[in-house]
């Protein structure tokens, strides 16, 4: 079953708000087994949406409309939508019901606009709303399915957890849909794609491949549908399998798993802690780290040393290791990791210090350098790095390859 | 100048991923005097990308498309363009020269799918890709030009920064437009279009003004088109005057700066240096201000005090100050700021504690309770803050409410 989601507004268009519809909607028809085959922004006026309705009506059997049903002078899409559907309007005393509770549940009182919430189309079904004014509408055609909803986020996504997700199950046959996501990193994505190549060749029919890489990070998301789900899951874990015989030393988690969420799940089972001291990624290995709920069970807290005398005075760096190493060395990052462990009390400790750019590069080392430390209860471990020229980019990979350099230590224990 | 901007891409229609790209492309577009009539999201796969070509590029002057580029087996973009415009392929020497020095520059090796990078449509002219392997394509066909472009977010937008908008400029016959941001914080979207009311209804014909919100910070865009330059340039500047005398006091700065290059200005010229003490951010402006190139000249580093433990070592808070106050309190962050001034030997501090969510709240200190404090050489300050139910808003927030804490004392000094 093919589908496509329309979003109506201009705002779109010109860059002021990221659509998040599309992809909500997208990820909850996939779910239930529809093949999203486009997600179309359009404008706030007839011709668009007439155009947009004449090319992919046809060749979709769900079309979802998000936008354009708003209280202001948009009230346009319902129009276009009754004409195009052939239908005059009717005045729905169910919606104007709806639209008075909605209207005094929070305080406010019916004015001409909330009330032309209630006239809708004639031939449309009518999706109620308890989150806003404007309903949802349904309409058919030739065996084909269109549904309008608002724009606004948790009024469309409150029509479609309350109602449209099942009164869809209900009306298509759909297939089972089974999606594994495997997360990669310390690798990129050309290396890894030619690691897997005999792999990707001789998968059996039927199932997709999709890398999904950011910096740093490569998901790789193996897809299957049939029938029969559990046969279908049977058969992507043994693709997952194989895959870890060939490249396990990059797999660090599954299904969109944070690194960090990771490594957070390793040092608890060790009812161990952490703390980081940051030279050049400035706080964001912190900051990725305390994106995680509820991370203050294994995380202390870190010590951004961006000067040689933060080095010195809180993390207990020698003077004479900066003077004779410089501060992007092995032994800088070493005593780093050990200085913050002291300083924090934490068990287990990750450090940097490179050069983030684009200024600072030397000869011996240039822009992209990046030493790196992890140390625990038993190890201290030191890497060099060579990432890229933009400063962004340096501090961003610093950070994941830190926490991996850690994961990857404490797998070793 | 019609423009659609096409994603291609399996990842944005099964919603793994949300579209970014055609914001930022919008966006752009809309600035140099495009107007953007749709944007599309497609499979990666031949024949939708045949049809959307078919569809959209006969109606646009200009298609941009991103994504399908990439070095592994699930780009044929590159292919199916070629066909499109009846074109075979050629080797680029510079394409490879490219791949080789950005792939050697991070510290990896060519293999046989960045070598195929180096095989570009002959019909297309090729746009230099220094943020990745992936060049951009422009190609003509009866008058309308298709640019392909690759799909990770930092690759498009380097080429596009570097190159392809001044080519877009030099192909197409554009009104001028002038567009200034004014950047506002400390106050809400509603708020603030409240107190602009009145301005907003007095103002010239032919000046548009459009607010692009995100959380902490409001830019408004004020846009003019014209003949002359200079003269809309003068227009635009006496609105933003008046725009000063009314809401001055949310002003940080104008046309996408930062607040915290602000703030690094205005240390410059004191010749002082900053530091930061973090708890409920845990090191997130720490990060936003390492992002910023140069900021060693005024940045010390930062204590990220996640743990009581580490606030009374490293920070000096008192430990009879948490008891009876509480690590969320006005007295626990004007310690903290003092603590890192002495620790990290700077003249100014920020400091931050609260509740991120979404444990952690009580009756008296729900969730989204934050306590901020700036300190400099002579003042010290705290404010309150009450902020939502969501962590990553509740962080975000508090590190640009500091920020703007920070600015404001300073203004005062």
Redesign the interface.
């Given at each position: 079953m093919n589908a496509t989601i329309i979003t109506i507004g201009d705002e779109?268009?010109?860059?002021?708000?990221?659509?998040?519809n599309?992809?909500?909607?997208?990820?909850?028809?996939?779910a239930i087994g529809f093949?999203?085959?486009?997600?179309?922004?359009?404008?706030d006026n007839g011709e668009?949406i007439r155009t947009a309705l004449d090319?992919y009506m046809p060749e979709n059997d769900l079309l979802l409309i998000t936008g354009g049903l708003g209280p202001t002078n948009d009230d346009i899409t319902r129009k276009i939508l009754a004409d195009y559907f052939g239908s005059g309007m009717r005045f729905s005393e169910e919606v104007l019901s709806d639209v008075e509770s909605f209207i005094s549940g929070i305080g406010s009182y019916m004015n001409e606009h909330n009330r032309k919430q209630a006239l809708v189309p004639e031939a449309a079904v009518v999706l109620r709303n308890q989150h806003g004014t404007a309903p949802g509408l349904w309409f058919e055609k030739d065996n084909h399915t269109a549904v309008s909803l608002p724009g606004v986020p948790h009024e469309m996504k409150g029509i479609f957890n309350d109602e449209l997700r099942t009164k869809i199950i209900g009306r298509f046959k759909l297939p089972d849909i089974v999606?594994k996501?495997v997360m990669f990193t310390g690798i990129?994505?050309?290396?890894l794609?030619?690691k897997l190549?005999g792999w990707?060749d001789s998968l059996p029919r039927g199932i997709?491949?999709?890398?999904?890489?950011?910096?740093g990070i490569i998901?790789l998301?193996l897809?299957a549908t049939g029938e029969d789900r559990s046969a279908i899951e049977k058969v992507i874990e043994q693709q997952v399998e194989t895959l870890k015989q060939i490249v396990s030393k990059y797999i660090y988690g599954y299904d969109d798993e944070k690194l960090e969420e990771v490594v957070g799940r390793m040092l608890l089972e060790r009812g161990a802690a952490l703390?980081?001291a940051?030279s050049c990624?400035?706080?964001?290995?912190?900051?990725r780290?305390?994106?995680i709920?509820?991370?203050?069970a294994w995380?202390?807290?870190?010590?951004?040393?961006?000067?040689n005398?933060?080095k010195k005075?809180?993390l207990g760096v020698k003077p004479e290791t900066l003077m004779k190493y410089g501060a992007v060395s092995e032994e800088t990052v070493k005593q780093m990791a050990a200085g913050v462990m002291r300083?924090?009390?934490s068990d287990y400790a990750v450090a940097t210090s490179g050069i983030?750019?684009?200024?600072g590069g030397t000869p011996e080392k240039p822009v992209?350098t990046v030493w790196i430390a992890a140390a625990g209860p038993g190890f201290t471990t030191a890497k060099k790095?060579?990432?890229?020229?933009?400063?962004?980019?340096n501090?961003l990979r610093s950070s994941i390859a830190a926490m991996n350099l850690l994961r990857k230590s404490m797998l070793e224990e």
């Open positions: 779109l268009l010109i860059g002021q708000v990221v659509d998040t599309s992809a909500w909607l997208a990820a909850e028809l996939t093949r999203v085959v486009n997600t179309l922004s359009i404008s668009a090319r999606y996501t990129g994505e050309a290396p794609a030619e190549t990707e997709s491949v999709a890398y999904l890489p950011s910096p998901r998301r897809g703390a980081t940051e990624t400035g706080g964001l290995i912190a900051s780290i305390t994106s709920a509820g991370c203050s995380f202390r807290g870190s010590v951004v040393a961006y000067s005398e933060v005075e809180l300083a924090a009390g983030a750019g684009p200024d992209g790095f060579s990432f890229g020229q933009v400063r962004e980019m501090i």
